[in-house]
């Protein structure tokens, strides 16, 4: 039977979720964060989010778009997500065949992907021209059973707040998150400057959970935080966890993800999930005293496109 790839329909959100919870359990996705993604996008991005069908069943799925807020113009991203009982159908190939074609003809020079780090995965990259760059781990921790370290006593001048606490003006987190962003490994740069971009992307986002999103003062001042994002049911994940460069080395994002994963475990969540690039050192190092484990590596692939 034929696969066919055509573009993402409000109807389809349910079914996407299922498939990328099924080929890629780390992640945290919702029908709700489908649709606002798509929805939202900003027309820089050129995104596109494309289906998979075989025997009118939606298989496999990619995200696709330009890197518009990247300092090195003709950036793209997409990764192929193909159900694990659907594999071996042409899926993920002609997903991403046609992402590339998009990709181009809006003036893309490279694409980035990610690939899991086993031989199928690997292989298929590289046969269709994708050369590793980076790699990455998802962790997962066991909040229904884990240990978590209790809540140390706060140094005189730093208090706990909360994402929703900055309701009223969340410049501060956004300039917070730049800064910090500035600062992470990756491939493409990013130039963040939007504030009205990272208001309906991040500050929008609806897997963002402004209550479980930890944020350090010190002195009156943003020092450190740590992004909560959650599918509203059982699953958590750390959308990015930051110190501002003039505080570092004092234990403060520690101390924000404690502050939020026990929040988190009270709310009832059960799991949570982090992804570091392999070479920050101090993030995994803060994790693995969380009681994180590695639970799928990626590798980061990139094609030169013409």
């Not at 991203?77 to 992402?99: E, F, I, M, S």
């Not at 990610?114 to 590793?132: N, Q, T």
């Not at 990756?186 to 990272?198: K, L, N, P, Q, S």
Request: glycine share 8%; charged share 25%.
């Amino acid at each position: 039977m034929t696969v066919i790839v055509r573009d993402f329909r409000a109807e389809d959100a349910e079914a996407v979720t299922l498939v990328r919870r099924a080929a890629l359990p780390c992640e945290v996705t919702t029908p709700e964060s489908l649709l606002s993604g798509a929805k939202s996008a900003n027309p820089a991005k050129k995104y596109r989010l494309l289906i998979a069908e075989r025997k009118d069943e939606i298989i496999g799925t990619a995200h696709a778009g330009i890197a518009y807020d990247s300092s090195d113009p003709g950036q793209s991203y997409v990764t192929p997500h193909v159900h694990p009982d659907h594999r071996g159908h042409g899926a993920g190939g002609l997903l991403l065949r046609t992402a590339e074609e998009h990709l181009g003809a809006h003036g893309a020079t490279s694409v980035y992907a990610w690939a899991m780090d086993d031989p199928e995965s690997l292989a298929f990259a590289g046969k269709r021209g994708y050369r590793p760059t980076r790699t990455a781990h998802f962790q997962r921790l066991d909040l229904a059973h884990g240990t978590l370290p209790e809540l140390p006593v706060l140094p005189p001048g730093v208090e706990l707040r909360t994402a929703a606490d900055y309701e009223d003006d969340p410049r501060p987190l956004f300039l917070a998150d730049a800064e910090t962003t500035a600062d992470e490994p990756g491939d493409i740069g990013t130039d963040f400057t939007d504030y009205e971009d990272w208001i309906t992307h991040t500050w929008n986002d609806p897997l963002l959970d402004r209550r479980l999103t930890t944020v350090v003062v010190v002195n009156g001042e943003i020092a450190a935080f740590t992004a909560a994002l959650t599918d509203r049911g059982t699953r958590y994940a750390s959308g990015m966890t930051g110190t501002m460069r003039a505080h570092r080395g004092r234990g403060l994002a520690k101390l924000a993800k404690t502050d939020s994963l026990r929040r988190a475990r009270a709310a009832g969540f059960t799991d949570a999930f982090t992804n570091n690039d392999a070479d920050n050192g101090p993030m995994l190092a803060i994790n693995r005293w969380f009681g994180y484990e590695i639970f799928v590596t990626e590798v980061r692939h990139v094609r030169e496109l013409g």
